[in-house]
C-alpha cells in the first residue's frame, strides 16, 4: 500500500499530527482497507493552514480541486482539515451524494451542503466523546502537539466510515 503522500488515501504534508507515532500512515491504512473491503473510496488531507492556490480561492473550492487531481469528483469523497481554523470540508463525489441526501429530500439546490453540515456537526458529537476519553486515559503531560487534530482526524473519519458503511 502506498505511504502517505499527494495521491495516497491520506496526507498530513505539514505534519500537523502527532509524529511519535506513524499517524499518517495509520490513517491511510485504514482508508485503504476501508476502500479494498467496501469499493468506497475516502480520502483525507491535513493541512496546517489554509493557503489558497489561487487568489480569491475557497476552502471548498481547494477541496474541489484535490478531489479532482484524485479522481474522486465523480465516486468518492475527501476529508480536508484545516488546523489553524480547526475546520473541514467535504468533496463529495456524485455517486457518493447519496450517502448524505436521503430519498425524498428536497433536490433543491444547497440541500447537499446543508447535509454535509450536519455530517459535520455529528462529527463534532464524536469528536467531543472522543477528546473525554483521550483526557482520561492520558495525563495532561502526555498531551503532546498535535492531539486535538488527531482526535479531529479521527471523528470525521470515523463518522465517514460509518455512513458509507451503515447504508451500503
Request: charged letters at 25%; aromatic letters at 10%.
Amino acid at each position: 500500500m502506498a505511504q502517505p503522500g499527494p495521491t495516497a488515501h491520506f496526507d498530513d504534508p505539514d505534519k500537523v499530527l502527532p509524529q511519535d507515532v506513524p499517524r499518517a500512515q495509520n490513517f491511510n491504512f485504514k482508508l485503504g482497507n476501508f476502500e479494498r473491503a467496501t469499493g468506497f473510496r475516502i480520502y483525507a488531507r491535513v493541512f496546517a493552514k489554509f493557503v489558497p492556490a489561487t487568489p480569491g480561492e475557497t476552502p471548498g473550492e481547494l477541496a474541489d480541486r484535490l478531489a479532482r487531481s484524485l479522481g474522486l469528483e465523480a465516486s468518492g469523497v475527501l476529508a480536508v482539515y484545516f488546523a489553524d481554523t480547526d475546520s473541514w470540508d467535504l468533496s463529495v463525489g456524485r455517486s457518493m451524494e447519496a450517502f448524505f441526501i436521503k430519498p425524498g429530500d428536497s433536490a433543491e439546490s444547497g440541500t447537499l451542503t446543508r447535509q454535509i453540515n450536519i455530517f459535520l456537526t455529528e462529527s463534532d458529537k464524536r469528536r467531543a466523546t472522543y477528546a473525554i476519553q483521550t483526557k482520561i486515559s492520558l495525563p495532561n503531560f502526555l498531551q503532546i502537539p498535535g492531539q486535538k487534530a488527531k482526535i479531529a482526524v479521527d471523528a470525521v473519519l470515523d463518522e465517514l466510515l460509518v455512513k458509507v458503511s451503515s447504508q451500503k
